[in-house]
Every structure is written in structure tokens, then in C-alpha cells.
Nanobody
């Protein structure tokens, strides 16, 4: 099992930027594929971005492509999500998750989840 703690959320104006961090601990966290998902009130949890265990492959939802960048530092057991040009529709709780296998875009293939961090983008 991997323990995940997100940080970096907050309130930002439209067009602004935030950088989310996800600190991992536990079973060889660097072996895991990592992902970011988000959930807005009244909506289902949706895929945002994912990165392979060594950072060689990255994946993005169409809605964030070109604005968000995922990265990881395995020496620090930390995954980042750099979010630029934020829009009000990006407002949600953002969750970090870890998976051993399966689809990077499917939340059901992730084994461990953080508690989430709130991102609010004002217009």
C-alpha cells in the first residue's frame, strides 16, 4: 500500500496558475504509475493526467491538454501537477492516485488514493 498526501490547492483567479504536489510513502512508491483525478460537486470523478513509473509516458485529458503538465521526482517520491491558464471549470477537488497496472485513465485501476486538495478558480 502507498500513502499519498496532496498539497498546493487553493483559490486562484481565472488565467492563474497552481502547482499541486503529491507526496508518496510506503511500498516502493517509485514503482507505481501515478495519476491525478478531479471531482466537482455533483459530478463524477474524472481523469486529469497520469504519468508512468519512470516518467517516460504522460497522459492528459483533452480538457487540460496544453495547460497542465504532470511530472515526478522519484528521488523525492513526489508527483506534481503544474496547472496554468486555469478556468472556472477546473474548480474541483483534485486527487492523487497510485496504480500498479491497468489503464492510466481509469480510476478503477488505481489502488491507493490521497485525501484530495481543493482547487477553486474564480471568474
Amino acid at each position: 500500500q502507498v500513502q499519498l498526501v496532496e498539497s498546493g490547492g487553493g483559490l486562484v483567479q481565472a488565467g492563474g496558475s497552481l502547482r499541486l504536489s503529491c507526496a508518496a510513502s510506503g511500498r516502493t512508491a517509485s514503482w507505481y504509475g501515478m495519476g491525478w483525478f478531479r471531482q466537482a460537486p455533483g459530478k463524477e470523478r474524472e481523469f486529469v493526467s497520469a504519468i508512468s513509473w519512470n516518467g517516460g509516458r504522460t497522459y492528459y485529458a483533452d480538457s487540460v491538454k496544453g495547460r497542465f503538465t504532470i511530472s515526478r521526482d522519484n528521488a523525492k517520491n513526489t508527483v506534481y501537477l503544474e496547472m496554468n491558464s486555469l478556468k472556472p471549470e477546473d474548480t474541483a477537488v483534485y486527487y492523487c492516485a497510485a496504480r500498479v497496472a491497468g489503464s492510466p485513465e481509469s480510476h478503477t485501476d488505481y489502488n491507493d488514493w490521497g485525501q484530495g486538495t481543493q482547487v477553486t478558480v474564480s471568474s
